[in-house]
């Protein structure tokens, strides 16, 4: 297992996101593709609907629930996308050559999108819950994020196992821990990066999911209770 260093995993986990800089960029053009055709598909139905309306507002209110249903598809997408921030680099690190291409992000996302769907369903689910249940329980399920989608990405285990077994790599180590503290330290200074506005996010979280998925790989946290 190779030892961590903090300041050689910063370094390393800033080249390697300057070095996928074009694969990011084109994930994050095809989310905001996918979000504004979803958004024109909406409209486009309920303003159809609204002019076919007699008066009654049925019209237009069939038109409000078709374009919501009609965008749904489009938001599973957006969503699946989105991951692929954090894939990425899963991906990069687990493979330990060449560049993750935007090519092969999407020729692994559509090549299992049943299972990415289910997984994202689930973790959706226990963290939304966890939050209403009574707020910790959401944050202990959204602080094993890297792991889960590590290993959903990397591995062929099933996806309840995936998911349950993060946690068990996260809460049953100290490096997990550790993992947590990165993760906290990583949203607070989030705040300082505001200070720059979005340009400050937009470089700052890349940059991040890289450098705890590459703290991730070089601990053997994947391979914690797996």
Known sequence: MTSFSARSTLGEAWKDTIAHVPTLLLA????????????????????????????SGVGASVGV?????????????????????????????????????????YSLLMARLGRYLLAGVLF???????????????????????????????????????????FGAVYGSDKGWALVGLQLIAFLLAFVTCGFCLVGLIIYVPFVTFFLQLYVSRSGLVRVAA
């Open 124 to 166: 959706m689910i226990a963290s939304t819950l966890g939050i209403f249940l009574c707020v910790w329980p959401g944050i202990v399920v959204l602080a094993s994020a890297p792991i889960y989608v590590n290993k959903v990405f990397t591995t062929d285990v099933d996806v309840w196992e995936c998911f349950t077994s993060s």
């Open 65 to 105: 629930i078709l374009g919501q249903i009609s965008s749904v598809p489009f938001s599973l997408l957006q969503s699946l996308i989105s991951v692929l921030f954090t894939a990425i680099p899963a991906l990069y690190y687990q493979r330990g050559e060449g560049v993750v291409t935007f090519s092969d992000a």
């Open 28 to 55: 994050w053009l095809a989310s905001i593709a996918v979000g504004i055709v979803g958004f024109l598909v909406y409209w486009l139905i309920a303003f159809f609907f609204a002019a076919l309306d007699d008066g």
